[in-house]
């Protein structure tokens, strides 16, 4: 047991390491610049659906430390009334 304890410990120790250098150069595909996209929240109560808020995320091309980065804002907001969504209806 104890030789097999070692051998993990010496192969963890000289295992090469992660590098996440070429990480940070893949092209985005995913969004743009300005890119935004809104979602309504719901939730269902016996089996009545609920609109309960909406979310929206807005990216924008920003600079951190030197290197272009997306800045990416998330704003949400829930309703003051409550507002019924009968399916079917």
Known sequence: MKKLLIAGILLLAFAPKASTEGACNTK???FKHG???VFHVYYTLAGIWVHAGNVSFTATLSTLNNKPAYHVVADGSTLSKLRLDIPGT
């Open 28 to 30: 985005n595909k995913a």
């Open 35 to 37: 890119e935004k996209v």
